[in-house]
């Protein structure tokens, strides 16, 4: 088994899934240009930018722009955010602690997410942005009682990230769609992604496979068995896996489990799954885990080279670090040696010094006591 799993993507295309009308696929990098990123996304992020008014009740301060055109109406939006009241600033909904991106479809949203639509409408591809939103356009006057809780007249703040958007004629939803359709749309989108990982476009391809991932979701799997499922899991598990792979190239280590993780839970055998939460792993100092995952990835392909490579990494890297502990004692119990053997040369100075003393003296005491 010749894989190279440190480098490899998932190529597999569904070719027994019914083709879809195509539409245009819109997706671009992007740089961060402004703001300050909550590490944990516990609190609204720092945006240093004015706040561009676009309609009333909806303001937008750009923390990452983005490239391209804008989505139009009907357009499918895929799209991660996380949510507070803006007074309170409580967090009530987070896309990205899910790692499933969700969908909009612009002049379709629901009547709550109103204004969450008008400012996506406003952001490029790969743009991210803080969107202040007022209660008119949200929960309304009543606010929510159920899920998410919301209090009445409440003003939110949403964190939004645009992955990418679909641009059809129909705005079809991924609700609309057939089983097969879904499967192909994802696969399809999955194979961008491989193009553009192998371009070193990791941003671009992580989008692709983000919109893959969002055709996929629980409530669509929940929904799967038989033919089906395997269909599904076989477009779905390669973009978390190639996910896994862009973040460790992107030193993204604790995400890149999280993908792994997702994987496993399907196939526990899963080599690549495995050896990429070994590889995140390792990097992460966390060894003995790291072993672990590739010993129980090797049992699955146990002739893949990247395996042993990565093996034989760990017991080197073990191997100096215990030369160096070796060194490090051995140059502290000779220290102790040394002094220890000068510790003893004093000593025998100082006893035959203090021998000399006496046997002077007693010769001195005998002569004066002759002389008297």
């Not at 010749?2 to 992007?30: C, F, L, P, R, Y």
């Not at 990205?96 to 969450?116: D, F, H, S, T, Y």
Request: proline share 3%; glycine share 6%.
């Amino acid at each position: 088994m010749e894989k190279q799993m440190d480098e490899s993507v998932e190529n597999q295309s569904q070719t027994d899934v019914a083709e879809e009308q195509e539409s245009e696929i819109v997706t671009e990098g992007s740089a961060v240009v402004h703001g300050e990123l909550s590490q944990d996304g516990s609190a609204p992020p720092k945006v240093d930018c004015e706040a561009e008014v676009l309609v009333e009740k909806v303001s937008k301060q750009i923390i990452k722009e983005g490239h391209g055109s804008k989505p139009s109406k009907y357009a499918t939006c895929f799209l991660h955010y996380r949510v507070w009241t803006k007074n309170s600033q409580h967090k009530f909904e987070d896309t990205w602690k899910e790692q499933q991106p969700i969908e909009l479809v612009i002049g379709k949203e629901k009547k709550e997410l109103a204004g969450l639509a008008i400012g996506v409408s406003s952001m490029k591809s790969g743009e991210r942005a803080l969107v202040h939103v007022g209660w008119e356009l949200a929960y309304g006057k009543e606010g929510n009682f159920s899920f998410p809780n919301v209090p009445p007249m409440a003003d939110l703040l949403y964190e939004v990230e645009v992955i990418g958007f679909d641009e059809t004629k129909e705005g079809k939803a991924r609700s609309d769609m057939t089983v097969e359709e879904r499967i192909g749309a994802a696969d399809r989108r999955k194979m961008d992604g491989n193009s553009l990982f192998k371009e070193e476009k990791l941003e671009e391809a992580m989008q692709q496979y983000e919109m893959a991932i969002a055709y996929m979701g629980d409530d669509f799997m929940f929904q799967l068995y038989g033919k089906y499922q395997d269909m599904a899991l076989a477009v779905k598990n390669p973009c978390h896996l190639n996910m896994a792979a862009c973040l460790i190239k992107l030193k993204r280590y604790d995400e890149a489990i999280g993908h792994c993780n997702i994987v496993l839970t399907e196939e526990e055998k899963n080599p690549k799954a495995l050896f990429r939460r070994g590889k995140a792993k390792a990097e992460l100092g966390q060894t003995e885990s790291a072993r672990d995952d590739f010993r129980k990835a090797q049992k699955y392909a146990p002739e893949d080279n990247a395996i042993r490579r990565e093996l034989r990494a760990l017991a080197e890297q073990e191997k100096a670090v215990y030369q160096k502990q070796k060194e490090m004692y051995k140059g502290m119990f000779k220290g102790k040696e040394e002094g220890s053997a000068k510790a003893r040369s004093l000593n025998w100075l100082i006893l035959l010094w203090q021998w000399l003393v006496s046997l002077f003296s007693g010769i001195f005491r005998r002569d004066r006591v002759k002389s008297e």
